[in-house]
Each structure stands twice: as C-alpha cells, then as structure tokens.
C-alpha cells in the first residue's frame, strides 16, 4: 500500500468517523459502506463489499444511543476493506478464510477502542464548554464557533487515530495472525460464519423478535443457517 493509498484511506475514515456522531450522520460510518470505500481505494470494491457485508452483522448489535459507550465501527471498517484484496496476480497472500477472520478480529477490536476514544472526545468537549461558561453566557460568538471547530477537531483526529491503528499495526497484526494460521481454513469460514450470524440474530431478535414479526425472523435464521450449513 502506497503512502498516497494510507493517506486515502485515512481521509475516507476520518469522514465516516465524524459522521457516527458531529457531522453529518449520513450513515457512511456503516460497515457495509465505509468497507466498500475502502476496498474502492486499494482497487478492489468487491472484496471491500464481501468484508463490509461480515462486518455490518458484528454493528447491528450496536444501538448509538444518547450518552452511552459503543463500538465505532466505522474507521476500522474502512481499513479493512483496505486491507482485503488480493495480489496484483490475483491470488490472496494468506488463505482466504484466516485472512478474513484476523481482519474482522483486529476491525472489532479498533472498534472497541473506538468507543473509549469517543468517551474521552466527549469529556474534552465538556471540558472546553466549562471554560467557556463565562464567555458563552455573554452571547459571545467566537466562544460558540470555537467550541464547534475543536469539538470537530478532536472527533476527526480520533477516527483518523482509530483508521491508521487498524491500518497499520492492526494490518500486521491481521496478516502474521492469518500466516500462522495451521488450521483448516474451513475452521475459520465456520467460526466468522457462527458468530456473525449468532450476533446479528441476537440483535434481530431483540428489536423484532415480539408479535408477529417474530415468525418472519425465526424464518429468516433458519434459512440463514440453512444456507451457511450448505455453503460450508
């Protein structure tokens, strides 16, 4: 990966990075978009897509709700989808399926780290208004404009943090993981398989799993893991 690519990639997780919470929520912090984007920018957007598509059942147990701490799924996502691309010959350096598994591990990971740096985004911001208190109760502008414009700062220098960590460190990491690998690769196709599906039908469940739709969801599992079953 080229420093232009890094630079790329970076830029693309700081805008899905802001967008979970300051600006503009427009639903790019989403795995199966912010992975896509990622793999646009190494050249390969259907691996972006494929790894996107593993990730978004991991985020759909995440509820960005109020003051709570949750994962940010977005600026790792972007890196993976990075990450997630074969050789100029086409063929993967590592096999497939541990390749897949030790990116979705670091994505989930940075992600976790993620809500922690949001946290403390937040209490700096806190912070910042209580300092400013004085000026702000005196209708003073600049006090108010100021506050934005870092608050803005440090949310995007924590999702550029965030992409360079699963970029860089979090890729190595991935890779050695994935060279190491002396299972069957089957093992790990069933284990991102399992989870991800159990993780997404537990999230399913508790938003839709009351009332009538719980027919249509207990339906859905079923011919979820009917096909997974069959496809491994």
Do not use: C
Request: aromatic residues 10%; without cysteine; proline residues 6%.
């Amino acid at each position: 990966m080229t420093p232009g690519d890094v630079l790329g990639v970076t830029a693309v997780g700081v805008v899905v990075g802001v967008d979970l919470v300051t600006v503009p929520q427009a639903m790019t912090a989403r795995p199966l978009v912010a992975a896509f984007v990622g793999g646009l920018i190494a050249g390969s957007p259907v691996y972006g897509l494929f790894i996107g598509v593993v990730l978004e059942l991991f985020a759909l147990e995440t509820m960005p709700v109020g003051a709570s701490r949750y994962p940010d799924w977005g600026p790792p996502s972007v890196a993976a989808g990075a990450l997630f691309h074969p050789g100029p010959d086409g063929v993967f350096a590592v096999s497939f399926w541990p390749w897949l598994l030790s990116l979705v591990l670091v994505a989930a990971l940075v992600a976790w780290l993620g809500g922690w740096a949001m946290d403390a985004v937040h209490r700096a911001n806190g912070s910042a208004i209580v300092r400013r208190t004085a000026a702000l109760d005196a209708g003073d502008p600049r006090a108010l404009i100021g506050l934005q414009a870092w608050g803005f700062v440090r949310d995007a220098g924590r999702a550029a943090l965030l992409t360079l960590i699963a970029l860089l460190p979090g890729g190595f990491v991935a890779l050695a993981v994935a060279d190491q690998w002396r299972a069957p690769p089957a093992v790990a196709k069933t284990a991102i398989l399992a989870v991800a599906m159990g993780v997404a039908a537990a999230a399913a469940w508790r938003l839709y799993g009351r009332g009538k739709t719980a027919r249509w969801l207990v339906a859905g599992v079923g011919a979820g893991l009917a096909g997974a079953l069959l496809w491994v």
